[in-house]
């Protein structure tokens, strides 16, 4: 990484797996502590990410950290604070998908989307700013669906991933006074664990052949969404808050055959 050097510490939700992973090892190699957050039902070993990190010469702590309630993001936040003694930069990965026709939608299919993937992130944020004692840097992942197009069966997930971006705007302005700046990054077709479920995502096949259709000839992978990631969040990008970087391979701006 060029520029100025990176310190701090981070939390990162989803860690165990895809883009949060990927973050992680990302932020090690800049030489950010990270604390990450998983959750029990998730089958990836968190594990797996604390020994990525140490390998790339980092420190990581896994916490257990349901971010559809409360208490997970706030003792994910204070665990870096209590581990690390400070808490600079948040970046928002955990996310759900499931597919639902608008007529399978349910109320609590609705609220359990919108819980995780768009709430789970101001709760995210709100609990890391409260312990941010100077600058600092939050990071959102949306997707190119509903951040850039819709997706038939999958309102509720679009929904969600759309309004991170106003979240995102609001918190820069409003936060700027104290030097946070508030980021997203929309990952157009990542391989990972969530797009490789082929029952509510394209699954394996389906990616192979959406590569195809993208101006770069391939999906793109985690790390790729990573370095985007660790950009946003370093004082490179200081003059940068309130903004959306497509990190797509040119997938939204080819022009349809």
Not at 45 to 67: H, I, K, Q, S
Not at 139 to 147: C, N, Q, W, Y
Request: with cysteine.
């Amino acid at each position: 990484m060029t520029g100025q050097p990176q310190r701090g510490a981070a939390v990162i939700t989803g860690g165990a797996s895809g883009i949060g992973r990927a973050t992680a090892v990302a932020f090690a190699e800049a030489g950010i502590d990270t604390v990450i957050g998983y959750h029990t039902a998730d089958p990836h070993d968190p594990r797996e990410t604390v020994d990525a990190v140490l390998a790339a010469g980092g420190r990581c702590l896994a916490v257990e950290a349901d971010v559809a309630g409360h208490e997970g993001p706030e003792g994910l936040a204070q665990a870096a604070v209590d581990t690390y003694g400070r808490l600079d930069i948040a970046v928002a990965a955990a996310g759900i998908l499931r597919r639902a026709p608008l007529a399978e939608l349910s109320d609590g299919a609705w609220d359990d989307m919108l819980g995780v993937d768009l709430t789970g992130v101001m709760r995210t944020f709100r609990s890391a700013v409260a312990r941010m004692t100077g600058p600092g840097a939050l990071l959102a992942v949306s997707s190119i669906a509903g951040g850039v197009y819709g997706w038939g069966e999958h309102a509720h997930y679009a929904a969600a991933k759309a309004g991170v971006l106003g979240l995102v705007r609001s918190l820069a302005v409003e936060l700027a006074p104290r030097g946070i700046r508030a980021n997203s990054v929309i990952p157009g077709l990542i391989e990972t664990p969530q797009s490789l479920d082929a029952r509510n995502s394209l699954g394996p096949e389906g990616l192979r052949a959406a590569g195809a259709g993208i101006p770069a000839g391939r999906v793109g992978r985690p790390e790729e969404v990573a370095a985007a990631i660790r950009f946003l969040c370093a004082p490179d990008a200081s003059y940068i808050t309130g903004q959306q970087l497509v990190v797509d391979g040119g997938l939204t701006v080819r022009f349809p055959d």
